[in-house]
């Protein structure tokens, strides 16, 4: 099992700027990927950004590739999601999960991002 502890979310003005961290303790030895997903109210959870653990291969969605930065600190089993040029339609909950080589099966607690017009 993965545990992840996720921290940096907050109010921001639009074109404003967020990192969030997340870090994962436990059989952190097995990890294939950590990323990052979104869930607005009313909407189904959504892919943000992933990047592969040992080769640091990176992967974004569209809305938010030029903006959004993905990266990981091995040593500190932690992974980062750099937010810049916020827009209003950023804003969601933001959950990092962890990829063990069976898919996304481990979950933080989610942590709001509120981006203001």
């Known amino acids: 099992q993965v545990q992840l502890l996720e921290s940096g979310g907050g109010l921001v003005q639009a074109g404003g700027s967020l990192r969030l961290s997340c870090t994962a303790s436990?059989?952190?030895?097995?990890?294939?990927?950590m990323g990052w997903f979104r869930q607005a109210p009313g909407k189904e959870r959504e892919f943000v950004a992933a990047v592969t653990w040992r080769l640091g291969m990176r992967s974004y969605a569209d809305s938010v590739k030029g903006r959004f930065t993905i990266s990981r600190d091995n040593a500190k089993n932690t992974v980062y999601l750099q937010m810049n040029s916020l827009k209003p339609e950023d804003t969601a909950v933001y959950y990092c999960?962890?990829?063990?080589?069976?898919?996304?099966?481990?979950w933080g607690q989610g942590t709001q991002v509120t981006v203001s017009s």
């Open positions: 436990g059989r952190t030895f097995s990890l294939n990927r």
């Open positions: 999960s962890a990829d063990v080589g069976s898919g996304w099966v481990s």
